[in-house]
């Protein structure tokens, strides 16, 4: 998986990452090696934070304290207590009109059931990756909009609760999303801070988003110091042209 720890380092130098981005792997075989998850997981979007220190593997017993979890990823064999227990919390949350009928059924849910979710650093996957996930604040994020609306057109669609609806989201539609997460996810992860959110690219096109990554970083920091030389000059009671702005950039 050499090539992935070369776009693992890619991404991290370009876009100066917090968190390593994140393999996430829906597999129906486990790659011989990999552990099963050490610990209790009030919901399956903590694993996300957790992959930064090592691969690991994920059953339905690792998810099933979250029944929104384990409806999103359709886990496999889910516990006699699931139908319950997601009844249960979509009644709570429709008692106070934070998800209506109409709202369940746009949420989305993987196509195919899941047996394991294998999750790792990007560098280290045991697997080529389902989903690679990047925690980016905006101005990172600007930088990723701009690399996927030249690599799949349109705009990037900006998701809300659930957070880990956006796994099934770029699977289903094999197109990349942001999540601004949700309550749940910015109370369990320590690196959902509130100046980030979670990027979900499709593993199959990592190096097509990886490549206009680069390129745009290293154009945004070109623009961004012209951009700031101008205001400078204009703050300064000058009224540069284009042409000196661009010659004072180069010296």
Known sequence: MSSYTTVAGAL????????PPIAV???DEVPEGVPDYDGRAPAGCLFWQEAAKGPFVTRTTHHELCAIGVHTHRMANPPASYEAE??????TMAGMDYVRE???LEIPVLENETRHVIYAP???TPLEPTVVLLFA???????ITEAVQQVEPGVPPAMGRPACA???HAVNTGRAALS????GARAYLDSLTDDVAIWALPGSKLNLYAERIDILARANAVLGEFHSLRRTDVEAGLEPTVAESLARLEN
Do not use: E, F, R
């Not at 991290?12 to 968190?19: V, Y």
């Not at 604040?137 to 930088?143: A, E, K, R, V």
């Open 137 to 143: 604040h905006s101005t990172q994020s600007l930088i």
């Open 25 to 27: 792997c829906i597999s």
């Open 180 to 183: 601004l997460g949700c309550c």
């Open 12 to 19: 991290q130098k370009s876009l100066n990452l917090a968190l």
């Open 122 to 124: 990007l560098g280290k």
């Open 102 to 104: 109409q709202d369940v």
């Open 86 to 91: 997601l009844g249960d919390v979509l009644k």
């Open 166 to 168: 956006v796994v099934p």
